[in-house]
């Protein structure tokens, strides 16, 4: 298994909160109340599972690597990609004050904006940084960072049982 593909998956949790999140968002236009217990749960899931564990990945270990190769890929897509990584906790922030606040209409705007915009990222990466990082990282490096990445995972071990959990918990409200 290559480092991308472990990410790739990971991208597939993210993707099934951010349908919940979607989801929700259409209960709160078609004018039921904000489930507070529901969006705190999705921040944590964000904040820890996208942000801190998947993210620590990409960003610590994945693009360090492919910017040690970048001259022999076409483009160095990676400045964009940590770009959206902020403009993603901003749209986070957005929701956690709309939350304190209790104002639905920016709880939406922050919300619906966080899922637009990883969508279109993690379809980015998949399609596009991944592909490039596997052809330019040698498959010694890509060794090392499996190793580094199982260190990621052993040092969170709980954490991502607790957020492999909600993922689960989102996938069933349907």
Do not use: W
Request: net charge negative; charged share 35%.
């Amino acid at each position: 298994m290559q480092p991308t593909e472990i990410l790739s998956d990971e991208h597939q949790n993210i993707l099934t909160v951010i349908d919940a999140i979607e989801r929700e968002c259409k209960k709160l236009i078609s004018g039921e109340e904000i489930d507070e217990q529901f969006f705190k749960k999705a921040i944590d899931f964000i904040r820890h599972y996208a942000d801190k564990f998947h993210h620590a990945k990409e960003e610590d270990i994945l693009f360090k690597e492919f910017c040690n190769n970048a001259e022999k890929a076409h483009c160095n897509p990676v400045d964009q990609m940590l770009l959206e990584h902020d403009i993603g906790r901003k749209f986070v922030k957005g929701m956690k004050e709309a939350i304190r606040n209790k104002d639905k209409s920016q709880l939406i705007e922050n919300a619906e904006g966080y899922a637009s915009l990883l969508q279109d990222h993690i379809t980015k990466e998949d399609r596009i940084l991944y592909p490039m990082c596997d052809e330019v990282i040698s498959s010694k490096s890509q060794e090392k960072m499996l190793k580094q990445f199982k260190e990621v995972e052993t040092n969170n071990i709980e954490a991502k049982k607790k957020y492999l959990a909600i993922t689960k918990e989102f996938e069933e409200r349907k």
